[in-house]
């Protein structure tokens, strides 16, 4: 069984800076075998995938986030985090942790891909 719970949204201001977590509840070594990645979805748009990571801590990003978002985890204590710096109006969504067992699910960053998903946190960026 698995379960992952966000935390960490909130409102700012435009060039400030959020990190976002998402603890994972399960077995230890269903963590160390998951692609985990962090979702959004604004409204009036599709879901869009922001970053992975995957079992072998190898990354992806969506291009609009390349340089400013960092994802990584801390395996001891089974949380996934999305370090967010210099953020923009355009970054505004619901943010969705997702994990799934290995199966190169963060090459496409798929949502369809992922079994397990969060509750979501919400970021809000003013201009």
């Known amino acids: 069984q698995v379960q992952l719970v966000e935390s960490g949204g909130d409102s700012v201001q435009a060039g400030g800076s959020l990190r976002l977590s998402c603890t994972f509840y399960?077995?230890?070594?269903?963590?160390?075998?998951?692609?985990m990645g962090w979702f959004r979805q604004a409204p009036g748009k599709e879901r869009e995938g922001v970053a992975c990571?995957?079992?072998?801590?190898?990354?992806n990003y969506t291009d609009s986030v390349k340089g400013r978002f960092t994802i990584s985890k801390d395996s001891a204590k089974n949380i996934l985090y999305l370090q967010m710096n210099s953020l923009k109006p355009e970054d505004t969504a619901m943010y969705y942790c997702?994990?799934?067992?290995?199966?190169?699910?963060?090459?496409?960053?798929?949502?369809?891909?992922?079994?397990?998903w969060g509750q979501g946190t919400r970021v809000t960026v003013s201009s």
């Open positions: 399960g077995y230890t070594y269903s963590w160390s075998s998951m692609d």
């Open positions: 997702a994990a799934d067992f290995s199966l190169r699910r963060c090459a496409l960053m798929r949502g369809a891909d992922f079994r397990y």
């Open positions: 990571i995957d079992s072998y801590a190898s990354t």
